[in-house]
C-alpha cells in the first residue's frame, strides 16, 4: 500500500502544471477596432404613470395583477357606483322637470303674443312671459349640463389604463377605500403604476474626460447580469447639462435609449454600458499588450534575445515625423498599425499589459480609479496618435 501512494505521489509531481508563458506570439492581422467609453446605470422606463381615480369609493373589482400587459381602454378597476348613479338619476330626473317648464313657458309666451297683438295685456305681462321662456331655456342647458357631468362621474367608477403599457405595481387591493384627486387636497389615492417598457432608458454617469466624445445619436452596447451573453443595442439620446459629483470624481449623466420589444430589460436592472466614440473597420492591429514605451525598449530587447543598440536606431529611424491621419469620429485618437505588414509577428506580454490602458501606442498610461475609461475592443487596439 505505501509503495503503491510513492507511485502516486511520483507521477502527480511528474504532471506538476506547467506555468504559463510570460511571451506569446500573436500575428498582425486586419481587424475592427473599437473604442468606447464605459459607464453604468440602472434600467428604467421612459414614462412611469401613477393611475388615479377621479370617483372617491371602495374598490370593488381589480382584474389586473402585477407584470401584465395591458392596451389602451382597458379595465384596471371599478369602484363603488352607487353614490355616481343616484348623482345621474337626480340629473336625469332635473331635466325631464325642465323641459316641462319650457313647454309650459313657450305655450304661455305663444298667449301673451297673441293678447298683446290685440292690445288684451299690458306690455309689462307680455315682456314677463319672455322673461320665464328664457328663464326656462337657461333651466334646460343647466340641467343637461349636470346630467352630462352626473354620466362622466358615473364613467369614472371604472378605471381604465391610459396608454398601452405594463403594470408595474398595485399601490391599491380589493376594498381599499380611495380618495378623488379632484377633490382631495392631498392629491388622491394612486391605484397602480404601469409604464411603456418597449423603449426603456438608462441613465449612465460618464466621466468628464469621456464627455466630449460623446454625441447624441452614437451608437451604445449594453449589458445586463440576467443576459452577460447577450448584449443588448441602444442609442445616446442626449447628455445632461448639469454635472454630478461624487467623491471629488465629476461625471455627466448620459441618457441612453435601448429597444425592448420583448420586454427582457425589467425596470431596476444594473447594466453596463459603452459608448462608441470611435472605430476603425479592417486595419492593421496588433495586441495592446505588445505596444512598449521608450523605458521598456532595454527589458523587451534582452527577453527576445535582440540587440539593444540595434533596436534603438530602428526605433531612432521609424520616429521621423510623417503626416497623421485624423479621424472626427474620435477626435484622431484611433490610428491603425501602419509601420507592420500582415503576418508580421508581434510578442503579446500578458503580465505587463494587465494595467495598460487601451490603445495606448504612445506609452501613456492613464490612471483606472473610480472614472470610466475609454478603451478599445475587440481583437485589438490600433496605436493612440500623439
Known amino acids: 500500500m505505501k509503495r503503491f501512494l ?18 506569446e506570439k500573436v500575428p498582425v492581422a486586419h481587424r475592427d477596432i ?18 388615479k381615480s377621479k370617483a372617491s369609493g371602495e374598490i370593488l373589482d381589480m382584474p389586473v395583477q402585477t407584470g401584465d400587459d395591458v392596451k389602451k381602454g382597458q379595465l384596471l378597476a371599478k369602484i363603488d357606483p352607487r353614490i355616481p348613479r343616484n348623482d345621474l338619476t337626480q340629473a336625469e330626473a332635473s331635466l325631464a322637470v325642465a323641459k316641462a317648464q319650457l313647454d309650459n313657458a313657450t305655450a304661455q309666451l305663444k298667449r301673451s ?13 307680455y315682456e314677463a312671459a319672455k322673461l320665464s321662456y328664457a328663464t326656462a331655456q337657461s333651466a334646460v342647458v343647466n340641467a343637461e349640463a349636470s346630467l352630462q357631468t352626473a ?44 409604464a411603456n417598457l418597449d423603449t426603456v432608458q438608462v441613465q449612465a454617469l460618464v466621466d468628464e474626460t469621456d464627455v466630449g466624445k460623446v454625441q447624441p445619436g452614437m451608437p451604445v452596447t449594453i449589458t445586463v447580469d440576467a443576459f452577460p451573453n447577450r448584449p443588448f443595442d441602444g442609442s445616446v439620446l442626449k447628455i445632461e447639462p448639469q454635472a454630478q459629483v461624487n467623491q ?16 427582457q430589460l425589467k425596470p ?16 492593421l492591429a496588433v495586441p495592446n499588450a505588445a505596444l512598449r514605451t521608450p523605458r521598456d525598449v532595454a527589458s523587451a530587447a534582452q527577453v527576445l534575445g535582440l540587440d539593444l543598440q540595434t533596436v534603438q536606431q530602428q526605433l531612432a529611424q521609424a520616429e521621423t515625423p510623417r503626416p497623421a491621419a485624423r479621424d472626427t469620429a474620435d477626435a484622431g485618437k484611433l490610428h491603425a498599425a501602419e509601420a507592420t505588414k500582415p503576418g508580421d509577428t508581434q510578442w503579446a506580454d500578458h503580465h505587463a499589459a494587465a494595467g495598460r490602458h487601451a490603445g495606448a501606442g504612445a506609452g501613456r498610461d492613464r490612471q483606472t480609479d473610480e472614472r470610466s475609461r475609454a478603451r478599445a475592443r475587440g481583437a485589438g487596439a490600433a496605436g493612440a496618435a500623439a
Open 151 to 194: 354620466k362622466d362621474a358615473m364613467e369614472d367608477t371604472q378605471v381604465r389604463a391610459p396608454v398601452t403599457g405594463t403594470v408595474l405595481e398595485l399601490d391599491a387591493v380589493l376594498g381599499t377605500v380611495i380618495s378623488s384627486p379632484t377633490r382631495d387636497v392631498g392629491g388622491g389615492t394612486v391605484i397602480l403604476k404601469m
Open 268 to 283: 431596476g436592472m444594473n447594466s453596463e454600458v459603452e459608448i462608441h466614440i470611435g472605430n476603425r473597420e479592417n486595419v
Open 113 to 125: 303674443e297673441a293678447l298683446y297683438q290685440s292690445k288684451s295685456i299690458a306690455e309689462t305681462d
Open 6 to 23: 510513492v507511485l502516486l505521489l511520483g507521477l502527480a509531481a511528474c504532471h506538476k502544471t506547467q506555468p504559463a508563458p510570460l511571451y
Open 248 to 263: 471629488n470624481v465629476t461625471m455627466f449623466p448620459v441618457i441612453v435609449n435601448i429597444l425592448n420589444p420583448n420586454h
Open 34 to 51: 473599437v473604442v468606447s467609453a464605459s459607464a453604468s446605470g440602472a434600467i428604467q422606463p421612459i414614462l412611469t404613470l401613477s393611475v
